[in-house]
C-alpha cells in the first residue's frame, strides 16, 4: 500500500440520511437495478471431480443434470425358486443368492452383538468428543464476538470524533461563504454608490 491511499469507510454513526425512507427506497432500487445487471455464475460443462471414481463421477452428474434417484433395486434380495426346475445354472444362482442373503444376515447380527457390547462406550466418546468441539466453536465464537463489538466500539469512537470536526469544518465552510456573500453585496453596494457619485459628478461638470 503507498503513502497516498486511503481507508474509505462508511459512517453510520453520523450519516442519518439513510434512515430517510425515500432515501432508503432509492438505495435498495440501485442495488436491485445493479444485480439485475449482473450475470448468473457461470458452471463448468465438464469437472474433474471424482475422476479417479466412477460411481461418484456419475452420481455427480446425475444431480448435477436434475436427474431424479433411480428406483431402489430390491430384486436381489427376493429369494424365490426358479420356475425352471430343469436349469441347473439357474438353481446354482439361486443357491448363491441365498447364500449371499445368509451372509448378510449373518453380518447384520455381527453388528448388533458388537453395536450392543461396544455400541454405549462409543456413543459417550463420540459426545464427550463433540461437547469438547463445541465448547471450543463456543469459545472461538465469543472471541470473535468480542472483536467484533471491540472493532465496532472504535469506529464508533472514530466517527463520533470526526463526525465534531466535520461539523466544525462545515460551520466554518458556511460562515466563510456568508461572508463571501456580505462581501459581494458590500461591494455590489459600492459599486452602485461610486456610480451614482460618478454620474452627479459628470452632471455637475456640464
Known amino acids: 500500500m503507498d503513502s497516498h491511499s486511503a481507508a474509505i469507510d462508511s459512517l453510520p454513526y453520523i450519516d442519518k440520511e439513510y434512515d430517510d425512507p425515500s432515501m432508503r427506497d432509492q438505495v435498495s432500487s440501485l442495488i436491485q437495478k445493479e444485480m ?79 453395536l450392543q457390547q461396544f455400541g454405549a462406550n462409543a456413543w459417550k466418546l463420540s459426545n464427550y468428543q463433540k461437547e469438547g468441539l463445541l465448547r471450543n466453536i463456543e469459545k472461538a465464537t465469543d472471541r470473535h464476538r468480542d472483536e467484533g463489538v471491540n472493532v465496532n466500539k472504535a469506529r464508533k ?30 461591494s455590489s453596494e459600492l459599486k452602485g454608490e461610486i456610480a451614482q457619485l460618478e454620474a452627479e459628478l459628470a452632471r455637475r461638470s456640464q
Not at 450475470?39 to 479417479?52: A, E, G, M, Q, Y
Not at 472514530?158 to 462581501?183: F, H, M, N, P, S
Open 36 to 114: 439485475g445487471r449482473m450475470s448468473p455464475p457461470l458452471l463448468p460443462k465438464s469437472t474433474t471431480l471424482f475422476k479417479n471414481n466412477d460411481l461418484l463421477r456419475k452420481e455427480y452428474e446425475r444431480v448435477r443434470a436434475g436427474k431424479p434417484l433411480p428406483e431402489f433395486d430390491i430384486e436381489r434380495y427376493k429369494l424365490e425358486a426358479p420356475e425352471d426346475s430343469d436349469n441347473v445354472g439357474i438353481w446354482r444362482s439361486a443357491a448363491d443368492n441365498a447364500a449371499a442373503q445368509l451372509e448378510h444376515q449373518n453380518i447384520r447380527l455381527v453388528n448388533l452383538e458388537l
Open 157 to 186: 469512537y472514530e466517527q463520533t470524533e470526526a463526525g465534531i470536526k466535520l461539523r466544525d469544518i462545515e460551520e466554518r465552510w458556511t460562515e466563510g461563504v456568508k461572508k463571501c456573500i456580505d462581501i459581494q453585496v458590500a
